[in-house]
């Protein structure tokens, strides 16, 4: 199971009603963060999730509502007496752009700070994966790939009867090992399990216009969250943006499960977004949610559920 909280889903600056970006993957216990916009902190503290929980942070690009919530963390974290590293994954200039943050103001954490600058790259960590991939955003600016391992088959209990097999530390003999011998027989783990299960795959584009790139990585996500800033090309004018149509028909291109429109302009209320939006969607066959803050889409295995934490409160 994996929880996408979108603790900011509007863009450029804050508002009333929603937080500049920032997304938070609960995943095991440990929490993920991809962006963090100015007021990240509260908006992790209103959906009780601690930062000390966070070990990973990937920034897509240095335009300032997709970063300046990182100095809040650190400060918070440093309160709370923190020992463990933190690392700050994000393009080209990260490490000048953490450097400067680090350097303002009497502070400096008691801990740790590891600064990883990534172009395209592929990052392993135990049951999951993020891959980083350029998108066209004007500046240096990275998507990202969230993608659990594949899991083994389920094991197949007419297959275990047949090569005389039981429960127990002899099955995890096998899983650990790929492969025993029985009887002068050699049982592969393949040889007693059904087709191995596909990890979920979340991709958060970051900001970025129209981009063939983000459809490659995006191919059959279980969620594909796509900024979507503009309900039309008018809108938009010469900015590097998507609109919410450029976005479905990526969706759609690359067979996603779920389509997740992120990054509102505020000039558009939430009502008149989502009305257009999903009309939108809806006419080219796309299957979409525009989330709000503190909304949640729980994934599993071929299912998603989105909640508000908002109205669990109330």
Known sequence: MLEVFFLGTGGIMPTRERNVPSIALRYRGEIVLFDAGECTMRQM???????????????????????????????????????????????????????????????????????????????????????????????????????EKDRRGKFLKEKLVEYGLSEGPILGKLEKEGQIERNGRIIRLEDVTGPRRKGLKVVYTGDTKPCERVRLFAERADLLIHEATYLNPKDRGESYHSTVEEACETAKRAKVKLLALFHRAFRYSYREYVEEALQICEGLGVNAVVPKDFDVITLKSGTWELKSILEEKQ
């Open 45 to 147: 503290n209103t959906a009780k999730l601690s930062p000390m929980r966070v070990d990973k942070i990937f920034i897509t690009h240095f335009h300032g509502d997709h970063y300046l919530g990182i100095p809040a963390l650190i400060q918070t974290m440093n309160l709370w007496n923190r020992e463990k590293p933190l690392h700050i994954f994000g393009p080209k200039y990260t490490f000048q752009f953490v450097q400067n943050l680090l350097n303002s103001g009497f502070f400096r954490p008691g801990f740790d700070i590891h600064v990883h600058e990534l172009g395209e790259t592929r990052l392993k960590f135990g049951d999951y994966e993020v891959w980083s991939f350029k998108v066209e955003h004007g500046i240096p600016a990275l998507g990202y790939v969230f993608k």
